[in-house]
């Protein structure tokens, strides 16, 4: 397998996935998507995400999203962009891969690797720390996420909660005394060293160093790498407790927005309002505006399917 590139991008990429589920997305060249939270529907009077259990971990478990690739099984893996963690365990390095199906990075944020790995017996526990200077028998020495396009794999150094803080930290630490570049060099050789151990073929390396901070290259997870999959969005809504609304741009989902919000404003001072007698027959807002859902469009388009296949469908179940 031939690595054309090992990208080392000046960009640190979050393991949080709050502020990804509140901001807009564009998922494709003409849809955007936006959450309207189960609270504010219910304001509404609109149907809800019917709650489910609350965290990604049971998420991933209950709806099988936990794929993930060990080592060099990467090889077999389709193109795509992956996220990914070197764990060192016990005298062992293990490289662990896991696909990224959204854009809100639900299923693949490396807390999740790290729960997933830990379930399937990989790392013997789940919160492991990325602080190699703990007496600890197991660590994780890089993380961050890389691009597979065939037999070439173009890493991004630079992403991750795990390698960029300890890089820092080893810069300012007078023992090592070595500038930030340096430390990402003796950080690739190393990395290649592992990747070389797995059986991985990096006679090809191509090592790039992106000074740009602000480069549009600084994540591969944008819409124009991870395909639009409607269902693995869907699937999120009960665990997200909120539903996807969709726009053919931002302005449009923007200007939605904000009349939910005006909505929502005026909904809860009606409800203060009528607890004051004086006020209690005070007319309940209404929400005027349309809003259309990604999950009842997706239904219709299924609908749709099965009456013009009804004997396709029949053979599938």
Known sequence: MNFSQISAFQHQVSDTVGLRLLTGRQVSDNLFIKLVSDMELEMMGLKTAKKKQRNAMQFVQSQNQGKIYVNNQILEAPDGVYTWILYKVDSKTILVSCPVQTLMEYTNRHTIINYIAYKHGIIKNQNISSDVHQSQKSFIYYGGEFKKNGNDLEFNFQSGTYSVPNKFEMEKNPKFNKTLTQIENIWCEHFLTCLQNFGF????????????????????????????????????????????????????????????????????????????????????????????FLDEIQAKQHKKQHKTNPKQQKQKK
């Open 201 to 292: 073929d990096t006679s090809k390396t191509h090592y790039v160093d992106f000074e740009d901070k602000t480069s549009p290259q600084s994540t591969f997870i944008k819409y124009k790498n991870i395909p639009f999959v409607a269902e693995n969005y869907i699937k999120m809504q009960p665990y997200i407790e909120g539903r996807w609304i969709i726009g053919s741009n931002k302005k449009e989902l923007n200007d939605l927005r904000k009349k939910i919000s005006l909505f929502q404003n005026a909904y809860i001072q009606w409800e203060g309002m009528i607890r004051i007698p004086e006020f209690k027959n005070e007319k309940k807002p209404v929400f005027e505006g349309s809003l259309l």
